[in-house]
Each structure stands twice: as structure tokens, then as C-alpha cells.
């Protein structure tokens, strides 16, 4: 059994032989035409394609010997092209030198292929073996089950989180559709404050006004201009005091109504911009246990009901909602015991 050292040092010495760039050795460039070893190439490329025969995976199999074997002529080789990577005319003197090194070279695949074949052989061999072939297939299939597992967890993952990013959309867009709606509400509520203070303003300058005639009214019979000289014009006196208090009376009266009225108007309005924001947060609460359509026919009985908010003499003929409530929770108990 070779060493670990041995086994590294030769896969080391095969690897930088399989790797070479045979189009180094031609050397145009630096020696010219005449000198270059352009004849070397295709003979130099015959020796690396051997030794790329050569598997790195059968190097374990094979003896301390022969991986010395295989790494000495794999150092021999590399040893031969690193010559003419470092030739240099002026050193090495004639052209008979270079001569040498190309016949070398075109004389080498044959005598590399004599040492090296029975491992090409064996490496070849090891390759196309089917047991191992079997061996490496059940792995790579097991491998792409293992990715495939994953990959379906994570699609089932990813399924369940846009599930999650879908409903809350759906909420997102449900709270959205309510609050537009409850935005109505809201505009004419404030509509009917901005109204409501104007009449309440208006009251206020009639109540005044009446007051403030009531109370020149005791003095007017004083003034000599003003005072009545006969039964006639005492009966004229009074009559116009009566009317225009009448209608003094009358504007106060009508000026309160009208703010009891818009103000009626504001507050039921904004019951049912609450009972529109706070429909949603009531079906949460509730759960899953069927009583949304309850919850639902309170709101809409809050909305549509007429109701009574103090600012309205009138009295509220009752909840309306309240026999669909009770028809509700009759049927959602008749769908649990099915």
C-alpha cells in the first residue's frame, strides 16, 4: 500500500504534466522562425494526451512501485519541456542542441506509451467498471433526491408564505374597502358639525336679540316719541310688540331646531363610522364560530336603524336588528349541530 505522501506527491506530478500548455514550447517570438520549436508541438501534445489517460482516482489502487513509476516519468517529461522553455541559443551553442532536444521530443510518446500502458489500461478499465459505475449512479441519484427534498420543502415553504402574504392582502384590502366606506360617514358628520355651529351661533344671536327687546320693550311706552296718546295707538303698541316678539320667538325657536337637528345628523353619523371601523376587529374577536352574519346584522342595524341621540325629540321605535339576530343565531346553532 503506497504512503499518503508518495500518493500526493504523485497526483502532484501527474496533475502539473496534464495541465501543460503545449503551446508554450513554440517560441516564435523570443527565438524567431528558424529557432523556434514549433516542430515539437504536435509530438509534446501526443505525450500529455497519455498522461490524461491516466485517472487521478485509480492512483490509490496502485503499489508504492508504480506510483513511482508513473511520477518519475511524469518529473522526466515535465523535466524535458521545461528545457525548451529555458533554451538559450547563446548559451547552449550550436543548433545541434536543439536539434536533439526536438528529435527527443518526436521520439517520446512511443517510449512513454512502453511505460505507462499498463496503468492507461487499468485506469480505463476502472472507469468503465459497472460496478462502479452502478455505485456512483446510485449516488448521484441519491444525491438529486436529497436536492429534490429540499428543493420541495422549500417550494412548500415558500407556498405557505405566499399563502400568508395573500390573506393578509385580502385583510389589508377588506380594511381598506371599510375605512373608504366609514370615510363617508365621516365627511357628513363633519359636514353636519360645520352646519350644527352655524345654527348654534344663529340661536345664540336670536336668543340675544329677544332678550335685548324684551328689555328695551319695558322702557319703550316711556319715550315721548313712542308713547301711545290714545286707546288706538296703545292697541297698535301692543299688537307690534306681540309681533315681533312672535316672531323673534319664532326664528329662536326654528334656529334651535335646526341645530338639534344637524347635530343629530354629526352624531349618527359618526356612530356609524365607528360601527363600520370596528366591524372588523368584533369578526377577529368572534373567531371561526359562525358569528360573523351576527356581528355583521348588528353593525348594519347601527348604520340603518334610526337612532336616538338626544338632539332628536322623537323616540326610536326599537332596534331593528334585533329579529335577524335572533334568526342568525337560531340558524348558526341548526349549521353546528349538523
Same mark, same amino acid.
Given at each position: 500500500?503506497?504512503?499518503?505522501?508518495?500518493?500526493?506527491?504523485?497526483?502532484?506530478?501527474?496533475?502539473?504534466?496534464?495541465?501543460?500548455?503545449?503551446?508554450?514550447?513554440?517560441?516564435?517570438?523570443?527565438?524567431?522562425?528558424?529557432?523556434?520549436?514549433?516542430?515539437?508541438?504536435?509530438?509534446?501534445?501526443?505525450?500529455?494526451?497519455?498522461? %490524461?489517460? #491516466?485517472?487521478?482516482? +485509480?492512483?490509490?489502487?496502485?503499489?508504492?512501485? $508504480?506510483?513511482?513509476?508513473? =511520477? /518519475?516519468? *511524469?518529473?522526466?517529461?515535465?523535466?524535458?519541456?521545461?528545457?525548451?522553455?529555458?533554451?538559450?541559443?547563446?548559451?547552449?551553442?550550436?543548433?545541434?542542441?536543439?536539434?536533439?532536444?526536438?528529435?527527443?521530443?518526436?521520439?517520446?510518446?512511443?517510449?512513454?506509451?512502453?511505460?505507462?500502458?499498463?496503468?492507461?489500461?487499468?485506469?480505463?478499465?476502472?472507469?468503465?467498471?459497472?460496478?462502479?459505475?452502478?455505485?456512483?449512479?446510485?449516488?448521484?441519484?441519491?444525491?438529486?433526491?436529497?436536492?429534490?427534498?429540499?428543493?420541495?420543502?422549500?417550494?412548500?415553504?415558500?407556498?405557505?408564505?405566499?399563502?400568508?402574504?395573500? %390573506?393578509? #392582502?385580502?385583510?389589508? +384590502?377588506?380594511?381598506?374597502?371599510?375605512?373608504? $366606506?366609514?370615510?363617508?360617514? =365621516? /365627511?357628513? *358628520?363633519?359636514?353636519?358639525?360645520?352646519?350644527?355651529?352655524?345654527?348654534?351661533?344663529?340661536?345664540?344671536?336670536?336668543?340675544?336679540?329677544?332678550?335685548?327687546?324684551?328689555?328695551?320693550?319695558?322702557?319703550?311706552?316711556?319715550?315721548?316719541?313712542?308713547?301711545?296718546?290714545?286707546?288706538?295707538?296703545?292697541?297698535?303698541?301692543?299688537?307690534?310688540?306681540?309681533?315681533?316678539?312672535?316672531?323673534?320667538?319664532?326664528?329662536?325657536?326654528?334656529?334651535?331646531?335646526?341645530?338639534?337637528?344637524?347635530?343629530?345628523?354629526?352624531?349618527?353619523?359618526?356612530?356609524?363610522?365607528?360601527?363600520?371601523?370596528?366591524?372588523?376587529?368584533?369578526?377577529?374577536?368572534?373567531?371561526?364560530?359562525?358569528?360573523?352574519?351576527?356581528?355583521?346584522?348588528?353593525?348594519?342595524?347601527?348604520?340603518?336603524?334610526?337612532?336616538?341621540?338626544?338632539?332628536?325629540?322623537?323616540?326610536?321605535?326599537?332596534?331593528?336588528?334585533?329579529?335577524?339576530?335572533?334568526?342568525?343565531?337560531?340558524?348558526?346553532?341548526?349549521?353546528?349541530?349538523?
Amino acid at each position: 500500500m503506497a504512503t499518503e505522501k508518495n500518493l500526493n506527491d504523485t497526483r502532484d506530478s501527474l496533475d502539473r504534466i496534464q495541465q501543460f500548455e503545449v503551446s508554450k514550447l513554440e517560441r516564435s517570438n523570443e527565438l524567431g522562425i528558424a529557432l523556434s520549436f514549433v516542430d515539437t508541438l504536435k509530438s509534446a501534445q501526443a505525450v500529455v494526451d497519455l498522461y %490524461k489517460r #491516466i485517472p487521478m482516482a +485509480a492512483l490509490p489502487d496502485f503499489t508504492e512501485e $508504480q506510483l513511482n513509476a508513473i =511520477k /518519475g516519468q *511524469a518529473n522526466a517529461d515535465y523535466q524535458m519541456f521545461d528545457t525548451i522553455l529555458k533554451f538559450d541559443p547563446a548559451k547552449e551553442g550550436t543548433a545541434q542542441k536543439r536539434q536533439e532536444i526536438i528529435t527527443q521530443v518526436q521520439t517520446r510518446r512511443d517510449a512513454v506509451f512502453q511505460q505507462l500502458w499498463q496503468y492507461i489500461a487499468y485506469g480505463v478499465a476502472r472507469l468503465t467498471d459497472t460496478s462502479l459505475l452502478e455505485v456512483q449512479a446510485r449516488a448521484t441519484i441519491q444525491g438529486i433526491k436529497d436536492e429534490a427534498k429540499v428543493f420541495t420543502d422549500k417550494l412548500a415553504s415558500d407556498q405557505g408564505d405566499a399563502e400568508k402574504a395573500l %390573506k393578509a #392582502i385580502r385583510d389589508v +384590502a377588506v380594511e381598506q374597502g371599510v375605512s373608504q $366606506q366609514a370615510a363617508y360617514f =365621516k /365627511g357628513e *358628520a363633519e359636514d353636519q358639525e360645520a352646519k350644527a355651529e352655524v345654527w348654534l351661533t344663529r340661536t345664540y344671536q336670536f336668543a340675544g336679540g329677544l332678550g335685548a327687546f324684551a328689555l328695551v320693550g319695558l322702557f319703550l311706552h316711556r319715550w315721548e316719541w313712542l308713547a301711545p296718546k290714545s286707546s288706538i295707538e296703545v292697541f297698535q303698541f301692543v299688537t307690534s310688540k306681540v309681533l315681533i316678539f312672535a316672531l323673534l320667538g319664532f326664528m329662536l325657536i326654528m334656529a334651535a331646531r335646526n341645530y338639534a337637528s344637524h347635530k343629530h345628523n354629526a352624531v349618527v353619523n359618526r356612530h356609524r363610522q365607528n360601527a363600520l371601523l370596528t366591524y372588523r376587529a368584533l369578526v377577529a374577536a368572534a373567531g371561526e364560530q359562525g358569528t360573523e352574519d351576527i356581528v355583521l346584522a348588528h353593525a348594519a342595524a347601527c348604520i340603518f336603524s334610526p337612532q336616538e341621540t338626544g338632539y332628536s325629540g322623537a323616540k326610536s321605535e326599537g332596534f331593528g336588528g334585533s329579529k335577524s339576530v335572533l334568526e342568525l343565531m337560531t340558524k348558526g346553532a341548526s349549521k353546528s349541530g349538523d
